[in-house]
């Protein structure tokens, strides 16, 4: 079992910059894949990034590619995701979730991941 917390979401103007992060419990977290994952009012949770359970794979959604960057600290059982650039439309709710994983790969689809937090409020305002 495994418990994810975020935090560090908030307002900011666009360009701006957040660096979110996600607390894991339990001694085995890092034998998770972690991922970010996003959902914008109205709209259907979506992918943006994730990070392989040695932190040595990274993938990202295009649409953050080069504004986003996701990274785990192993000793503090923390993944973050510092978001740079900002734009109204990353605006949403970000979840961070973990997945058990036998290699060292990185996951992209939602239904891969056994554990989620319940989410940290990012907005942006133009």
């Known amino acids: 079992q495994v418990q994810l917390v975020e935090s560090g979401g908030g307002l900011v103007q666009a360009g701006g910059s957040l660096r979110l992060s996600c607390a894991a419990s339990?001694?085995?977290?890092?034998?998770?894949?972690m991922g970010w994952f996003r959902q914008a009012p109205g709209k259907e949770r979506e992918f943006v990034a994730a990070?392989?359970?040695?932190?040595?794979?990274?993938y990202y959604t295009d649409s953050v590619k080069g504004r986003f960057t996701v990274s785990r600290d192993s000793a503090k059982n923390t993944v973050y995701l510092s978001l740079n650039s900002l734009k109204p439309e990353d605006t949403a709710v970000y979840y961070c979730?973990?997945?058990?994983?036998?290699?060292?790969?990185?996951?992209?689809?939602?239904?891969?991941?056994?554990?989620w937090g319940q989410g940290t409020q990012v907005t942006v305002s133009s």
């Open positions: 339990g001694r085995t977290a890092n034998s998770y894949a």
């Open positions: 979730a973990a997945k058990l994983a036998s290699s060292d790969i990185t996951y992209s689809s939602q239904a891969r991941y056994d554990y």
């Open positions: 990070i392989s359970r040695s932190g040595g794979r990274l």
